[in-house]
């Protein structure tokens, strides 16, 4: 019932920059937090950073100072600006939604983002 359609990702040299993109689509009519996570090669999957419907943030600390996520919430939409980018940044980003009435998450396929040096 819901979709999430992410955009942006590539490869990038390092101290390039990139903006990830993520629009939800479906049957939800309520949106809570949103947020990007980013899995490695051979690693979890972790959070880099989340939003607030209110618009509160919260970031991986490897990535503060760098990355900025903000949110359009008349067009369920959360982006990722990435700048500064190392080669440690390289994976697999997920872009991840909570409804917000019942309280379940959904997640994009992931975009892959390779950052050489």
């Known amino acids: 019932q819901v979709q999430l359609v992410e955009s942006g990702g590539g490869l990038v040299q390092a101290g390039g920059s990139l903006r990830l993109s993520c629009a939800a689509s479906?049957?939800?009519?309520?949106?809570?937090?949103m947020g990007w996570y980013r899995q490695a090669p051979g690693k979890q999957r972790d959070l880099v950073a989340a939003?607030?419907?209110?618009?509160?943030?919260n970031y991986a600390d490897s990535v503060k100072g760098r990355f900025t996520i903000s949110r359009d919430n008349s067009k369920n939409t959360v982006d990722l600006q990435m700048t500064s980018l190392k080669p440690e940044d390289t994976g697999v980003y997920y872009c991840n939604v909570e409804h917000g009435v019942l309280r379940s998450y959904y997640w994009g396929q992931g975009t892959q983002v390779t950052v050489s040096s």
């Open positions: 479906g049957r939800i009519f309520s949106i809570g937090t």
């Open positions: 939003i607030t419907r209110g618009g509160d943030t």
